[in-house]
């Protein structure tokens, strides 16, 4: 295992993708951090554009600088129901993994007294103020931490949660004309078969050639790649219309949606994915590992406990699991109440309520647009605890 310059820290963050770049890029730009020693650890530097986050924004994000496309409109498309959709005061947002890793990586070459540290974790233990040891293979690499972020997600293995996969395959591809609008962003597009469970596509334009296309599916299990890549060409050729294309970027991605209970504290200050930033019934993440990451560095500043940080309000927790529920048992399909959340509500209104930001009597409101016996009897038996 490498090693590390110094054996005492005053951060250290195991994982460094986008929760710990998120609040490490806070605490830099703040200039209060300065004076300590600051270590990074992944199992590999960030080289790739691994992922595109997209994510809808009311203000001027903190990573604005790098908002690769903007979409105010977005479309929603189903046999059920299609429309355009004005989403002020929100824009839809596009940022490429790459431009984030590049952008924190020439920050962090700023600072003297950020460490960056290569080596695959088996596990790991810390006490707060106190060692942390690193297992990796047959090494192990002992220091003095004073505070210790852990983004690397570990199922936490109990029975009982619902998990459901967010998975998804995607392709950049540029056509030979110019067949896209630039402004507007397919966000949903259920026109796919739903034989393999909840399945859509969206379409995300970068100008009038070329258009990041993902195939998503929330099930239980994985597809083979063949399968999502047949869905794919389908969906561009027969949907969409488009004859000649090539594909220019590839993605592929599994995010969990669980019912799961995270904690912040355990083992150490749990962030991102890790930490339960990821909403359990619609796998968006970026937002609310932002909105994380401003609550943690105010804490630091102020230098409260970040033990009075709150979790996510438990009736948003309880909408995701309802959610959850009806998905994993299929009581109802997802493009239905996809279809009726949009066609029944603002799409402002839905992306509020998505961000866990709308009030109880705008979720009343929301609730009410839904078919009642499938919601109502998934939240009794999510009130009862019976998950099976
Ligand atoms: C392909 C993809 C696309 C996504 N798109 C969106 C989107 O459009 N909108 C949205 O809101 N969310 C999206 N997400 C979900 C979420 O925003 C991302 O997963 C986000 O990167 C989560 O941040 P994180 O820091 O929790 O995890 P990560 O960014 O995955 O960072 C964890 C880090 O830990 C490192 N690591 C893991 N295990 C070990 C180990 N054993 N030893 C050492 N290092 C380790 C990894 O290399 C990684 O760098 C997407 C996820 C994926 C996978």
């Known amino acids: 295992m490498p090693r590390t310059k110094f054996n005492q820290y005053d951060h250290v963050f195991l994982g460094m993708g986008l929760a710990s770049l998120s609040l490490l890029m806070r605490m830099l730009r703040s200039g209060k951090f300065s004076g300590q ?9 960030k080289t790739k554009n691994d992922r595109t986050w997209c994510f809808w924004e009311k203000e001027t994000g903190f990573f604005e600088e790098i908002v690769y496309q ?13 429309a355009g959709l004005a989403i002020s005061p929100y824009e839809y947002k596009m940022i490429r993994g790459i431009d984030l890793y590049n952008y924190c990586y020439k920050e962090i070459d700023k600072h003297e007294n950020v460490e960056l540290l290569y080596t695959s974790i088996d596990n790991w233990s810390w006490q707060a103020n106190q060692q942390l040891t690193i297992r990796s293979g047959n090494e192990t690499l002992e220091l003095e931490a004073a505070m210790v972020f852990n983004s690397i997600y570990v199922p936490n293995g109990a029975k009982d949660p619902i998990r459901l996969l967010q998975h998804f395959k995607g392709w950049m591809i540029e056509t030979e004309e110019p067949f896209f609008d630039r402004n507007k962003a397919i966000m949903m597009d259920f026109r796919v078969h739903q034989d393999h469970g909840t399945s859509f596509a969206y379409v995300l334009p970068v100008n009038e050639k070329q258009a990041l296309v993902e195939y998503t599916l929330f099930t239980k299990e994985l ?3 063949q399968t999502y890549e047949e869905e794919l060409k389908d969906y561009i050729g027969r949907i969409l219309k488009i004859k000649q294309y ?3 970027e590839n993605e592929f991605g599994i995010i969990p949606m ?6 912040f504290r355990d083992k150490a200050y749990n962030i991102g994915t890790a930490g339960g930033q990821t909403k359990g019934s619609s796998g968006y993440t970026f937002q609310f590992i932002q909105k994380n990451a401003d ?3 105010e804490k630091l500043f102020s230098g409260a406990s970040l033990d009075s940080l709150k979790g996510v309000p438990a009736r948003f927790r309880f909408y995701d699991n309802v959610l959850l529920h009806i998905l994993y048992h299929e009581t109802l399909p997802g493009k239905k109440i996809f279809s009726t959340l949009f066609k029944k509500n603002a799409a402002s209104q839905v992306l509020k309520f998505l961000d866990n930001e709308s009030s109880l009597a705008e979720e009343l409101k929301i609730i009410s647009t839904l078919p009642t016996m499938p919601f ?4 009794i038996r999510e009130s009862l605890g019976i998950r099976d």
Not at 37 to 45: K, T
């Open 258 to 263: 669980t019912s799961e209970k995270f904690r």
């Open 37 to 45: 020693r600051i270590l990074l650890i992944d199992r590999e530097p």
């Open 376 to 379: 109502l009897k998934a939240a």
């Open 70 to 82: 903007r979409w105010p409109h977005i479309s929603f498309l189903s046999d059920e129901y299609s």
């Open 223 to 225: 597809l083979a790649q």
């Open 246 to 248: 090539r594909v220019i």
């Open 295 to 297: 609550q943690i560095v």
